[in-house]
């Protein structure tokens, strides 16, 4: 399976303000994925993101809100703007394995929006 | 509409027990459907994962069951041990409607699962 890193692992942000998170692979994958998981919840799709084509956004999440890079194929960035108490969450990003159905995940970044 | 169910928030089971951690579905469309480990502070790690054309996977300690025509599986922890305390998440893939996959997984609430010595 692929090692995943994330980055930052953790922080505490402003009202209004946007962090940036940075998931690296450690080898190529086409497929990153970004989830969040809001604190007792389960994990959600945020979006689906393919190196050289827009991200695909599942329902209730867009563009403007959680922007996505995919520069190439070992790297992805989540941006969440405009922040408000609500996005206090773990976001996680997730790389689809050699049996597609699989998928890795990272370790996460704990976002608390104040 | 939680296409992915899991109706037990926590379980406490003795070491050495059978732990068994359910999971139920709506979506007729589910093809594969995985469990995933979480400990508090990193990402989920998956453990096993089942066909829809299968009723048994086997991997160690961990076996999970499909039963298609209640929508319902589960997982078997055998023996259970106290590091396999962790939240446990069932996820499952559809099969889009023009007949193909694609990576989202919609996941379970998770179970608390706690094995005491």
């Not at chain 1, 992805?76 to 998928?103: F, H, K, R």
Request: with cysteine; net charge neutral; charged share 15%.
């Amino acid at each position: 399976s692929a090692v995943i890193s994330q980055k930052p692992s953790r922080d505490i942000c402003q009202r209004g303000t946007s962090l940036t998170i940075q998931c690296q692979v450690d080898s190529q994958v086409t497929m990153m994925f970004w989830y969040r998981q809001q604190p007792g919840q389960s994990l959600t799709l945020i979006a689906t993101a393919n190196q050289g084509s827009e991200a695909t956004y599942e329902s209730g999440f867009v563009i403007d809100k959680f922007p996505i890079s995919r520069p190439n194929l070992t790297f992805s960035t989540l941006t969440v703007s405009n922040l408000s108490p609500e996005d206090s969450s773990i976001y996680l990003c997730s790389v689809a394995g050699s049996l597609s159905y699989e998928q890795y995940f990272g370790p996460g970044t704990r976002l608390t929006v104040t | 509409d939680q296409q992915v169910k899991q109706n037990s928030p926590s379980l406490s089971v003795q070491e050495g027990r059978i732990s068994i951690l359910n999971c139920d579905y709506t979506n007729s469309m589910f093809d594969y459907f995985l469990w995933y480990k979480k400990y508090p502070a990193e990402g989920p790690t998956f453990l096993i994962s089942i066909s829809s054309i299968k009723d048994k996977n086997e991997d160690g300690r961990f076996t999970v069951f499909l039963n298609k025509s209640a929508k319902h599986l589960s997982l078997h922890i055998v023996p259970s041990q106290p590091g396999d305390s962790a939240v446990y998440f069932c996820a499952a893939r559809a099969i889009n409607a023009g007949g193909t996959s694609y990576g989202k997984l919609t996941f379970g609430q998770g179970t608390i699962l706690t094995v005491h010595p």
